[in-house]
Nanobody, 123 residues
């Protein structure tokens, strides 16, 4: 069974930086790719970033490339998302999940979602 707790979201001004954290409880944390997803108001949840099981590879949605960095600590069972040069359109609830790449896109492997953490970017 997988449980995750996301944290670090807050109100931040455009151009600012923020780091989100995700604490996972699954025993096999280090075996999986992990990802961050987000849901903006009145929009569907979308993939943001993913990191491979060893941390050696990462992938990002085009709109965050160069601004966001995903990382992980397998010993602590933590996944992080460092966000910089934040834009108003980054406003969303952010979720972490075990990620899988299939049919040319990233998605949640288990379709399980935690409560998420709210990021609000103001002008």
């Amino acid at each position: 069974q997988v449980q995750v707790v996301e944290s670090g979201g807050t109100l931040v001004q455009a151009g600012g930086s923020l780091t989100l954290s995700c604490k996972a409880s699954t025993r096999d944390f280090s075996l999986y790719n992990w990802g961050w997803f987000r849901r903006a108001p009145r929009k569907a949840r979308e993939f943001v970033a993913a990191i491979t099981s060893t941390g050696g590879g990462a992938d990002y949605i085009d709109s965050v490339k160069g601004r966001f960095t995903i990382s992980r600590d397998n010993n602590k069972k933590m996944v992080y998302l460092h966000m910089s040069s934040l834009k108003i359109e980054d406003t969303a609830t952010y979720y972490c999940a075990i990620a899988t790449y299939r049919n040319g896109q990233w998605s949640s492997l288990l379709n399980y979602w935690g409560q998420g953490t709210q990021v609000t970017v103001s002008s």
